[in-house]
C-alpha cells in the first residue's frame, strides 16, 4: 500500500487500488475479516486486494462497490462515487444496518442465480445424453 497523507489518500494520481480499499472499508467501520465474509473471500484474499498483490474479479468488485457505497470507477481508477462525497447521505445506525443487510441478500440472491445457471446449464447437458438400457 502506498504511503500518502490523509488529505490526499483519494487523489487517482497518488493511489492505487488497494489504498482506495482499504481507506472506503475503514470508513464504512468494517474489518479486512468482515469485508471479507461479507464478500465470500478469504481475509488474505482481502489483504492481497489490499496490499496490490492482486485484484477482484468483477463480480467481487461489483459486490465490494455496494458494500462499500463506492462507485466501481472510484475503487479501480479514483473517479466517481467514493466514501464521504458530499451529496452522501446520512443514515442512522439502524439504517445504514438495513442498508448493509439488504446489499448482503442481494449479493446472495446474485450467487444463488449463478449457481441456477450453472445447475440449469448441466442438467441440459445430462437430459441430451442418450439413456443407456
Known sequence: MTVVS???????????FGDR???????????????????GVRKKTMEE??????????????MMAGLLNVS????LIGQGD????PEDLTLSR???DLLTEVREISAQM??????????????RA????????
Open 6 to 16: 490523509p488529505e490526499d489518500w483519494y487523489d487517482p494520481d497518488v493511489t492505487t
Open 21 to 39: 480499499l482499504a481507506g472506503a472499508r475503514e470508513q464504512s467501520g468494517m474489518t479486512q475479516a468482515e469485508l471479507a465474509k461479507r464478500l
Open 49 to 62: 486486494w489490499e496490499n496490490d498483490h492482486s485484484e477482484p474479479r468483477a463480480n467481487r468488485l461489483s
Open 72 to 75: 466501481i470507477s472510484w475503487l
Open 82 to 85: 467514493g466514501p464521504g462525497d
Open 94 to 96: 439502524e439504517s445504514a
Open 110 to 123: 446474485r450467487r444463488a442465480s449463478e449457481r441456477l445457471i450453472r445447475v440449469e446449464k448441466a442438467l
Open 126 to 133: 445430462k437430459m441430451r445424453e442418450p439413456e443407456i438400457v
